[in-house]
């Protein structure tokens, strides 16, 4: 089965430019989670979505950010407008609700994001 | 509050030498699961284990082994006779039940350099 997929690998764009990147989950999967990496912050939580509804949005840094999932298989995450600091690798990573248990998050490749 | 703490930044070793990656935790929950993820120089986040809380049994795969202990709050992860593909940054994460499990708080991660 193919895993995460996420475009594209790696960005670089100005700064003030809308930055799109996308994410296909695991076939089956009904929950999907968007993270930033960075060094000074390490891996966090921006966002995550349950059967295509965003369910908590709480570490979504500002309203530049923002998360959609159109469909079960599809999701975006758009940096609009774009700054330095918001350089970084993305990660987006899907899970399967086994009844009343947590299944594993499984993590796609990665989008590295520069903003100059 | 941290939730996961790895102490070790950085660990260097000569490939064979026996590692040992530490990790606390501190929940309120009784229910939690705890996670090891690997993060290779490719950059993707690669799933190790899940382990939950009512569990304590000590799990072995090949050369990697893990050590529950809830009574020290910690989820440590060894490496026996090390080589150089397992140099990378490992991850260790917790989820709660009061999150419903979905979400993963990580540490700070553990560098792993494994020279030959």
């Known amino acids: 089965d193919a895993g995460v997929i996420q475009s594209p690998r790696h960005e670089v764009t100005e700064m003030g430019q809308e930055v799109t990147l996308r994410c296909k989950p695991i076939?089956?999967?009904?929950?999907l989670f968007w993270y930033r990496q960075t060094m000074m912050r390490g891996l966090e939580l921006l966002i995550y979505?349950?059967?295509?509804?965003?369910?908590?949005d709480s570490g979504m840094p500002e309203d530049r950010f923002s998360a959609k999932m159109p469909n079960a298989s599809f999701s975006t995450l758009k940096i609009q407008p774009s700054e330095p600091r918001d350089s970084a690798v993305y990660f987006c990573?899907?899970?399967?609700?086994?009844?009343?248990?947590?299944?594993?998050?499984?993590f796609g490749p990665g989008t590295r994001l520069t903003v100059l | 509050a941290q939730k996961v703490t790895q102490a070790q930044t950085e660990i260097s070793v000569v490939e064979k030498e026996d590692v040992t990656l530490d990790c606390v935790y501190e929940?309120?929950?009784?229910?939690?699961?705890l996670f090891w993820y690997k993060q290779p120089p490719s950059g993707e986040l690669v799933f190790l284990i899940r382990?939950?809380?009512?569990?304590?049994q000590n799990e072995i795969s090949g050369r990697y082994s893990w050590n529950f202990q809830k009574s020290t709050s910690s989820f440590n992860f060894t490496i026996t006779a090390s080589q150089v593909v397992d140099s990378a940054v490992y991850f260790c994460a917790l989820s709660e039940a009061n999150t419903g499990f979905q979400k993963l708080v990580f540490g700070t991660g553990t560098r792993l350099l494994v020279s030959p």
């Open positions: 990573a899907s899970s399967e609700r086994l009844a009343w248990k947590v299944d594993t998050q499984y």
């Open positions: 382990r939950n809380s009512f569990d304590e």
């Open positions: 076939s089956g999967h009904d929950y």
């Open positions: 979505f349950n059967n295509n509804v965003p369910i908590d």
């Open positions: 929940t309120r929950d009784t229910t939690y699961y």
